[in-house]
């Protein structure tokens, strides 16, 4: 999950509801993988890794199941989720809010 994770980091996640862009947890054939959600489709999740040229995800192996989630990464906050956030909120100065 290279840039935003790094092997070993320590992480904090709890299970939440989800959407796209976040990055999950998830059981995959005996093993807890970390990934991305790219796309969501009623009980089916499409995962891709950030680093698109050495991950192993649903182009390899499909979509996942909704249920296969067990959490949801909070910690480190996600640097590109952080940024897009930031753009959809208001600033506030002294002349008043502006939106950004």
């Known amino acids: ?5 790094r092997p070993e ?7 939440t509801k989800y959407s796209i862009g976040d990055i999950v947890i998830f059981q995959h054939n005996g093993m807890e993988k970390v ?8 009980d089916k ?5 950030d680093n698109l040229a050495h ?5 390899n192996f ?4 909704q249920t296969d989630i067990i959490a949801k990464v909070i910690f480190p906050k996600d640097r590109v989720n952080a940024r897009i956030s930031r ?5 506030f100065s002294r002349r008043g809010s502006t939106s950004r």
């Open 1 to 5: 999950m290279l840039p935003a994770l």
């Open 45 to 49: 999740v499409w995962v891709l890794g």
């Open 55 to 59: 991950s192993t995800d649903s182009r």
């Open 9 to 15: 980091q320590i992480i904090f996640a709890y299970y």
């Open 62 to 65: 499909g979509w996942i199941k």
């Open 87 to 91: 753009t959809k909120t208001k600033s």
């Open 35 to 42: 990934k991305r959600i790219a796309k969501i489709d009623n």
